[in-house]
């Protein structure tokens, strides 16, 4: 089979049709393929050595979104997630843009902040002063508390010292920046950051309090760029339309929450799927969208000189292959495998490009036709299976309530009994 994410139809397959062929594209065991089916659930043993107190586990919907090509390379992307048209709007949105090659990314160092507050100093800038002029000491100290981190060509990189206004007074803030490579980072950075506390209280003579990573992580970025033709997405109208709707996120904070909601549909299916910290990563994502004053949008739109939309995203992205839920749990380790990212700056990267397809597939829905359309199919299905439609009879009163925009569980039950009528 040639290796391509670019698949025809795949909706309309069944889902052990899928599957079938997410096994072979993803090079997956059989033992694999189960668990990204997740039909097993978790082995009784996995939640009580992932969480307290544990009962059980959750299950979700888990989708593939097909059409991918990023940075030339073919990418078949799991996306955990309970809502409706999520999965084929990026699908639609990654099809689109293979006219003009797909996505381009790039990142930053995946380096992450550690902060020790420091506090009960009178002297704030002769503090920073001191502090920086133990650079090196507290960098040597911070590398020692992993040194596999150092092997692997990560470790603490350097030191910055904010001055924050408090309501009591200034407190003097000190950054430490930890390349953390393949990990997410919160314990190597926590770790870290705890180790150098004492170090910074005695050159400073202050008190430290809290010890903790940032979430704004702002030197961990992933950048993805897409070319969308105006000719496969509906015309002039079309890219005019989808350009007025950024603008208008930028201008109003009301509308740019919802704005980035949607690209946070498309990042946080990708980030549940893979086992990753979806909590971080919204709180990164907002954080990083208000660090001018204003809360902004996490995606730029504007015309080409062909006259074609061009998007781009910048959004921070903590994210780690190792550690965590990403090792042990099954389901999350075939769908990295499916994935194929070798390593957790690839895995932002793909990320960034699904928050990006995301974001276009609905500002071009609700520029033009509206969101409430593309809901409408997998509505009607529900209200045809909820209206006590048999199984072999749903595509077809689906399909007829969508084409007489009459989606209610009195005109399924009234086609339903229709077609038995007929079939008998
Ligand atoms: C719904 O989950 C997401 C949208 O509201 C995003 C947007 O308005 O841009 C459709």
């Known amino acids: 089979m040639e290796r391509t994410s670019r698949i025809e139809g795949f909706y309309k397959l069944s889902m052990s049709e899928r599957l079938k062929i997410v096994k072979e594209f993803g090079d997956l065991t059989s033992e694999e393929a189960m668990a990204i089916t997740g039909f097993g659930g978790l082995d009784p043993s996995i939640p009580d050595k992932m969480i307290e107190n544990a009962v059980g586990s959750f299950a979700l919907p888990l989708g593939i ?65 001191i502090i920086l002029e133990k650079k090196k000491d507290l ?53 870290m950051a705890e180790a150098i506390a004492p170090l910074i209280e005695k050159i400073s003579g202050g008190k430290v309090y809290l010890r903790i990573l940032s979430n704004l ?25 989808v350009i007025e709707a950024y603008l208008f996120a930028d201008a109003d904070p009301y509308r740019c929450a919802t704005h980035n909601k949607g690209i946070m549909n498309g990042i946080d299916a990708v980030i549940v799927a893979t ?52 090792k042990v749990h099954p389901t999350a380790k075939a769908c990295i495998k499916l994935l194929g990212v070798k390593t957790a700056s690839e895995l932002g990267e793909v990320c960034a490009a699904v928050g990006l397809a995301q974001n276009f597939a609905a500002l071009r829905a609700l520029a033009t036709v509206g969101i409430q359309q593309g809901h409408m199919r997998l509505h009607a299905k529900n209200i045809a299976a909820s209206s006590g439609t048999p199984p072999e009879l749903i595509e077809e009163v689906t399909r007829i309530m969508v084409a007489e925009k009459k989606i209610r569980m009195d005109r399924a039950q009234e086609i339903t009994e229709e077609l038995r009528k007929r079939n008998k």
């Open 65 to 129: 979104a097909v059409n991918f090509l990023i940075n030339g390379k073919d990418y078949l992307v799991p996306m955990a997630i309970e809502e409706p048209s999520v999965v084929a709007a990026a699908s639609n949105a990654a099809k689109m843009a293979r006219d003009r090659g797909g996505f381009w990314t790039s990142s930053t160092d995946p380096v992450m902040i550690g902060q020790v507050q420091l506090t009960g100093v009178k002297d704030p800038s002769k503090v920073k002063h």
């Open 139 to 191: 960098l040597e100290l911070a590398n020692k508390q992993d040194p596999m981190l150092v092997k692997l060509g990560g470790g603490a990189r350097d030191v910055d010292v904010r001055i924050v206004h408090s309501q009591k007074g200034p407190m003097v803030i000190v950054h430490l920046l930890v390349d953390v490579r393949d990990a997410m980072g919160a314990n190597a950075v926590n770790t």
């Open 217 to 241: 992580a702002s030197h961990r970025l992933a950048r993805a760029r897409a070319v969308w033709p105006k000719e496969s997405i509906g015309g002039d109208e079309v890219v005019d339309g």
């Open 275 to 326: 086992g990753n910290d979806t909590r971080a990563i919204e709180s990164g994502a907002h954080s990083f969208a208000a660090r001018s004053g204003q809360y902004k949008p996490l995606t730029i739109f504007e015309k080409t000189t062909e006259g074609d939309l061009v998007g781009t995203i910048e959004v921070p992205m903590a994210v780690g292959l190792v550690g965590g839920a990403t």
